[in-house]
């Protein structure tokens, strides 16, 4: 049996697949389910670790301690070498990482019944847009977080070119397929030809091509939902008693999950007591007060994010926010999101623009486009499909 496995660290989900006997199979990872949300939440009252849903569970709950969520995007980011404070210790955002990836490990082992110690993982075409150097420590960091989870032999793959080859699975003829993969944190693509008998062949690298990708996944998504609809709501874009605006950095920090956690320092705390004094509209202030001081912020954000999933098959939301304030309630519709993520899809579409001009292919001369990720059902097509373009 072989003691290789694939491995999709997601932003949002992680997943671990390998091919017992030759035959392609993803692994369970959390109560007979296939995927692991990529949370963990260190619980204070029980000095416990989780993972996944029973973390997210535990923190909804209510329980005392610290959530963790989107480690992913730390990847390329300056944050990647800070560390950050849990139960009154200092952990490195390194060894958070690893420790997550080691219980992926762990599970995946418990569940095919056997060790692993050679990974495929799976990489954005590029965890940092526009430099290449740091888009290569960014991969350097994951091999080092890898091998210090406990794998031994590490390659990487484009996570297009893997959703390409699952396609290619179920399809007879030939195709020139266009892969559009909308993660969490990114949205990579990939030109690709494809069929049966090239499925046979080992060194596919004359049948791509192309490859591209931006920054840009369902976090982001998130992000400017809650900056555009949420986050007026405590204050954002109100002004102070000098008429100068409520600094927006504490409403940034709030609306991107890795940085929720910036916002429960005592100093964030001194600060917008402060704000909240010369506030001109202070019941909104009082709002930033509350979510800060109960650190309600994840809760927000899984309602940001909640929202935005059912603006993908729905005209308009309406939420109750009573753990910030009773009978607060937000109505949001599709076109307020839709503006508040046009200047992302402007980019994401300019991206793919370029991709199909650097390969000298016309969008006519594509025959499928095929989407997966699960933020490609912000579009409202199918979250994992194959539609025609001609």
């Known amino acids: 049996m072989s003691s290789a496995c694939g491995l999709d660290f997601g932003t949002s989900n992680s997943t671990v697949g390998w091919c017992p006997h030759g035959k392609a199979t993803l692994l369970a990872l959390e109560d007979g389910?296939?995927?692991?949300?990529?949370?963990?939440?260190?619980?204070?009252?029980?000095d416990s670790v989780s993972f996944g849903r029973a973390a997210l569970a535990e923190y909804l709950a209510g329980y005392e301690g610290r959530m963790m969520r989107s480690l992913k995007s730390l990847l390329g980011s300056s944050l990647i070498d800070g560390q950050t404070e849990v139960g009154g210790k200092i952990v490195p955002f390194r060894t958070l990482l690893a420790q997550f990836i080691q219980e992926i490990k762990k599970r995946a082992e418990l569940s095919a019944g056997q060790a692993f110690s050679s990974v495929v993982l799976g990489r954005p075409v590029y965890f940092v847009d526009g430099n290449a150097d740091a888009d290569r420590l960014a991969e350097q960091t994951l091999t080092e977080v890898a091998r210090s989870a406990g794998f031994r032999d590490i390659v990487f793959q484009y996570e297009p070119i893997a959703a390409a080859f699952d396609y290619e699975s179920t399809i007879q003829?030939?195709?020139?397929?266009?892969?559009?993969?909308?993660?969490?944190?990114?949205?990579?693509?990939?030109?690709?030809?494809?069929?049966?008998?090239?499925?046979?062949?080992?060194?596919?690298?004359?049948?791509?091509?192309?490859?591209?990708?931006?920054?840009?996944?369902?976090?982001?998504?998130?992000?400017?939902?809650?900056?555009?609809?949420?986050?007026?709501?405590?204050?954002?874009?109100?002004?102070?008693?000098?008429?100068?605006?409520?600094?927006?950095?504490?409403?940034?920090?709030?609306?991107?999950?890795?940085?929720?956690?910036?916002?429960?320092?005592?100093?964030?705390?001194?600060?917008?007591?402060?704000?909240?004094?010369?506030?001109?509209?202070?019941?909104?202030?009082?709002?930033?007060?509350?979510?800060?001081?109960?650190?309600?912020?994840?809760?927000?954000?899984?309602?940001?994010?909640?929202?935005?999933?059912?603006?993908?098959?729905?005209?308009?939301?309406?939420?109750?926010?009573?753990?910030?304030?009773?009978?607060?309630?937000?109505?949001?519709?599709?076109?307020?999101?839709?503006?508040?993520?046009?200047?992302?899809?402007?980019?994401?579409?300019?991206?793919?623009?370029?991709?199909?001009?650097?390969?000298?292919?016309?969008?006519?001369?594509?025959?499928?486009?095929?989407?997966?990720?699960?933020?490609?059902?912000?579009?409202?097509?199918?979250?994992?499909?194959?539609?025609?373009s001609r």
């Open 33 to 46: 389910k296939l995927t692991l949300p990529s949370v963990v939440f260190f619980n204070v009252e029980d």
């Open 173 to 388: 003829g030939e195709e020139l397929v266009l892969i559009v993969d909308i993660g969490g944190g990114t949205s990579d693509f990939s030109l690709v030809r494809l069929s049966a008998a090239r499925a046979a062949v080992t060194d596919r690298r004359d049948d791509i091509l192309a490859t591209g990708g931006v920054h840009i996944g369902g976090t982001d998504f998130d992000k400017y939902l809650s900056l555009a609809s949420f986050m007026p709501l405590f204050g954002l874009g109100t002004q102070l008693r000098n008429n100068t605006e409520v600094p927006s950095g504490y409403y940034f920090n709030l609306a991107t999950w890795h940085t929720i956690n910036l916002a429960y320092t005592k100093k964030i705390g001194a600060q917008l007591n402060e704000v909240y004094q010369e506030a001109k509209e202070p019941e909104k202030l009082r709002r930033l007060l509350n979510l800060v001081e109960h650190k309600e912020g994840h809760w927000l954000a899984l309602k940001v994010e909640e929202t935005k999933i059912a603006l993908s098959d729905t005209n308009s939301v309406t939420l109750t926010l009573d753990r910030i304030s009773a009978e607060l309630e937000l109505s949001v519709n599709r076109s307020q999101f839709d503006l508040s993520i046009s200047h992302l899809v402007t980019e994401i579409n300019d991206t793919l623009a370029a991709m199909l001009a650097d390969a000298g292919v016309n969008a006519s001369e594509v025959d499928t486009v095929f989407f997966t990720g699960g933020s490609s059902g912000v579009s409202r097509k199918p979250r994992r499909s194959a539609c025609t």
